[in-house]
């Protein structure tokens, strides 16, 4: 699944591609992947100018003039795709679909503008899915009401990460960062990179972290989310950025998937062990249980 900084590639990405195009015709092939009604589609979306692309925690969401949005959701393996007979952009899981003629056998749904150009949704394994709702009724639904803030937001501080973790204090870190009712969009590549950035031990109790080390969680939560974003994301096997370019962040990796390398603030062996269910690296001297 894409943590925060790949989708938020895949929104700013499309954002100079569709917004202001008029959609002109859709096609799926079930409704498990277009869960929307005929008379929705016909009245709400066809018809209808791109008029933003926004993100919540991994969720896409593209305004439409109706003042109805589609809500976009990529899950494991899915990709979005525009195409216009001199361009062709693509984001997502990194198969041969980025460059193959579309629709595929991946295609599940098919957006069509009055220019010609075309956005695709494929999804190997079916997992994702296209909603359209009202735009007003977003905040509503039971994800958007149970998600925590955004991490990158300029008006969230340290202060107020810290008291997310506040009812956590019995679970360790690892697990708490992951769960995305504390914080939004942070998932396993960057819960291990800000651990490791902290000095903080992943089995730690949340209760065990002082002010200090949870400012400095926040702290190298933020710079490596923004330097992957800068980087287009970390391309972890499944995603691409808008340009169908791998991400880069994976180069600047400090602890993940570099068991057995030496730590590069301390020169120790990267080790990896199972926290929270996960996969997760540490370097066993800086980051001490």
């Known amino acids: ?26 096609a799926h092939d079930t409704a498990k992947g277009f869960p929307n009604t005929v008379a929705d589609v016909a009245q709400f979306m066809i018809g209808a100018k791109v008029t933003d692309i926004r993100r ?18 990529l899950k494991m393996t899915g990709q979005l795709v525009y195409v216009d007979p001199e361009n062709r952009f693509g984001a997502g899981h990194p198969n041969d679909s980025l460059v193959n003629i579309l629709p595929d056998a991946s295609t599940r749904v098919t957006i ?55 009812r956590r204090g019995k679970t360790n870190i690892k697990a708490a960062l992951l769960d995305q009712s504390v914080v939004a969009g942070v998932g396993n590549i960057y819960a291990d990179e800000s651990l490791w950035g902290a ?19 926040y702290t190298d939560l933020r710079e490596v989310m923004n330097l992957a ?24 990796a400090r602890a993940f998937r570099r068991e057995g390398l030496p730590c590069p603030r301390c020169g120790a062996t990267i080790e990896k ?17």
């Open 199 to 217: 000095k903080i031990h992943p089995q730690r109790l949340v209760a065990s972290l002082t002010d200090t080390e949870f400012t400095a969680l």
């Open 229 to 252: 974003i800068k980087k287009g994301g970390s391309s972890n096997h499944t995603y691409v950025n808008a340009e169908g370019k791998k991400g880069s962040y994976m180069d600047f």
């Open 273 to 289: 062990m199972r926290v929270a269910g996960r996969g997760t690296h540490i370097c066993p001297v800086c980051q001490t249980l």
């Open 112 to 166: 069509t503008f009055t220019d010609g150009s075309q956005l695709f949704f494929n999804d190997q394994r079916k997992f994702g899915w296209v909603r359209l709702m009202p735009t007003l009724e977003i905040p509503n639904i039971p994800f958007m009401q149970k998600v925590g803030p955004e991490p990158l937001e300029s008006d969230f501080t340290a202060r107020q990460f810290a008291e997310r973790f506040a």
């Open 56 to 73: 919540r925690a991994k969720v896409l969401m593209i305004d439409l003039s109706t003042d109805y949005s589609l809500i976009i959701h």
């Open 1 to 26: 699944m894409p943590e925060l900084p790949e989708v938020e590639t895949v929104r700013r990405g499309l954002g100079g591609l569709i917004i202001g195009k008029k959609i002109i015709a859709e």
